[in-house]
Structure formats: structure tokens, C-alpha cells
């Protein structure tokens, strides 16, 4: 199977080429449209939040959101507490921060594979801009409209969130019985030791996220 899709996208890759051979002027045009479309709504409207998510899991924000909100995740999505900063992200920023945020926690070591799989398949959505003003008022020219589509859009990635984790067997991973302030303590202290101060920090998150 492996060769015939070698193949298969060898042969694109040739016709992509011949017809940019063909046709100079289409290719350049085309690849003049999608620059300026990057570069005049895709980086703006990603950009923003790709850096404030960068500077919230360096500054140690899921380690605390995760101690405090560990006894709601658990029961509703059986994920850890610092998953729901990928639930805030993921609803209120639209795609594909959800997605983002949830490999950011996994290469922390936060949440495992398995639970990494079950965040983004329900945090991954549509912004309610989008979904309430591109899509109900700039579509159906109805914003009652966008506000139905964005409940549905919503309720049905949380009952998939929350079907998923019924279905998981209980504990996927060790949870902590120290006292909240303990945890607490020990989660700040941990965030001033890795503090390295706002320019680098600002620097690191900017660079990333342009990555």
C-alpha cells in the first residue's frame, strides 16, 4: 500500500508541476492570492492567541487552573484540571488553538496520549465570531440564527467531551492527595523558579508561535 500512494502522489506532484510550467501567469496569481490571505486574515486573526497560549502554559497556568478545577474535569470529561484551559482556549479562540494548546500540554507531560486524543476531538471548534457573525449574520443575515448554530455547535462537542470520558476506564493516572494549598504552593513556587523574565518569555512565545 505503501508504494501505490508514493506513486499516487508522485503523479500529483508532476501534474502540479507541468501545469505551472503551462500556465506561469495562474501559478503566480494564485500563489499572489494565498500570501496576502495568509498574511492579511490568517496571521492576524491566529497570531494573537497562539502567543497569550504560549505565555499562559510558560508562565504555569494549566499547573494551577489543573489543581483548581481538578474535581469538575474529572467527573464531566475525565481529563486532569489543566485541561480546561484548552476547553476556555478551544471555545472562545476557535481552531486550531484547541488543537494547539492540547499537543502543548501533552510535550509538557500534562496529560498523556490517550488523553490528549479525547481534548481535541471536543476542544478543536469554531470561534463565536465566526459561527455568530461570519456565518449567522454575514450568511443568513440573522444573528438569532448564529446564536442557534453556536449552541448546537457547542452542546455537541461537550457531550462528545463528556461521552468520552464515561467510556475511558477511571483513573487513567495517579491523582494527587496533598491539600489544595500544598499543591498550590508547590505549583507557584514551581512557576517563579522557570520564570525567566518578560522579555525572554515574550521572545519564546512570539518565536514559537510564528513556528
Not at 496569481?29 to 492579511?40: D, M
Not at 455537541?156 to 495517579?174: A, D, E, H, Y
Request: charged content about 15%.
Amino acid at each position: 500500500m505503501g508504494s501505490y500512494s508514493r506513486l499516487f502522489f508522485l503523479i500529483i506532484i508532476l501534474f502540479l508541476a507541468v501545469f505551472m510550467l503551462l500556465n506561469p501567469q495562474e501559478t503566480v496569481n494564485a500563489a499572489s492570492s494565498g500570501f496576502k490571505l495568509w498574511f492579511s486574515i490568517i496571521v492576524p486573526a491566529l497570531l494573537p492567541f497562539f502567543i497569550l497560549a504560549e505565555l499562559l502554559v510558560n508562565l504555569g497556568v494549566p499547573r494551577i487552573l489543573g489543581i483548581l478545577l481538578e474535581p469538575v474535569m474529572r467527573p464531566l470529561f475525565n481529563l486532569p484540571g489543566c485541561s480546561s484551559l484548552v476547553v476556555v482556549m478551544g471555545f472562545t479562540s476557535g481552531f486550531p488553538v484547541g488543537a494547539i494548546l492540547s499537543k502543548k500540554l501533552y510535550d509538557e507531560k500534562m496529560i498523556s496520549g490517550e488523553e490528549m486524543s479525547r481534548l481535541v476531538s471536543f476542544t478543536n471548534n469554531c470561534s463565536p465570531l465566526f459561527i455568530i457573525g461570519a456565518v449567522g449574520v454575514g450568511m443568513f443575515g440573522s444573528p438569532f440564527l448564529g446564536y442557534i448554530l453556536a449552541l448546537s455547535h457547542y452542546l455537541s462537542n461537550l457531550i462528545v467531551g463528556m461521552f468520552w470520558g464515561q467510556r475511558t476506564k477511571k483513573p487513567l493516572r495517579n491523582i494527587s492527595r496533598l491539600p489544595l494549598s500544598q499543591e498550590l504552593s508547590q505549583a507557584l513556587a514551581e512557576a517563579r523558579e522557570n520564570y525567566c523574565g518578560p522579555g525572554k518569555l515574550l521572545s519564546d512565545a512570539i518565536k514559537n508561535s510564528l513556528n
